[in-house]
């Protein structure tokens, strides 16, 4: 699945194209477009560095699609909304983790100095409501450096370029 995120000018609408592997095409609607790293691309990011299959890039590459999704183009598979809700439904506490933990690796990612202490204290914090969580404070740094490195390449985009990525990363 390829997904490409453009650029737009600032407090316009944010998107991202998503192109799935099956040829149908959706526009993901995102928040307000500016310099930031988009929450979506940090999801992306995010659940690639740690190997989340479950989350939500996961899931829309099986076929969920989430109400900030309209349909653009290609040929939908049969029984695909009911598939879609089947997926959706299934994976509650996935998105859930995966949100989670993309919070956890967004907030280390703006540390000053990430130790394995202050990852473990932020996990404790963040991931409360998911205790039998284990992170491994490494991985978390790890993840959270590709963040950065995201985030850098994101703000220096002009208005018109884009950022694409493949799901899973290859």
């Known amino acids: 699945m ?5 650029r737009l000018p600032d407090h316009q609408r944010a998107y991202a194209l998503v192109e799935r592997d099956d040829g149908v095409v959706y526009r993901l ?16 990011v995010v659940e690639r560095e740690l190997g989340i299959r479950d989350g939500i ?6 076929g969920a699609v989430f109400d900030s999704m309209r349909y653009v183009s290609g040929r939908r598979p049969p029984h695909a909304e009911m598939r879609s809700a089947r997926l959706l439904r299934g994976s509650r506490r996935e998105g859930l983790r995966a949100e ?12 000053d100095r990430m130790t ?6 932020l996990a ?12 491994d404070p490494a991985v978390i740094a790890a993840a959270a450096r590709a963040l950065q490195v995201e985030a850098a390449r994101w703000a220096r985009l002009r208005v018109g370029e884009e950022l694409c990525y493949e799901w899973p990363g290859r």
């Not at 609607?29 to 992306?44: K, Q, V």
């Not at 989670?100 to 540390?111: E, G, I, K, Q, R």
């Not at 394995?116 to 204290?121: M, S």
Request: no cysteine.
């Open 2 to 6: 390829r997904v490409t995120f453009p």
């Open 29 to 44: 609607e995102g928040g307000t477009a500016g310099s930031r790293l988009p929450h979506d691309i940090m999801h992306l």
């Open 57 to 62: 890039w996961g899931g829309i590459a099986a």
């Open 100 to 111: 989670l933990l993309a919070d956890l690796v967004s907030s280390a990612a703006a540390l």
């Open 116 to 121: 394995p202490d202050t990852i473990r204290q």
């Open 124 to 135: 404790d914090v963040k991931l409360s409501v998911l205790p039998e969580t284990d992170v």
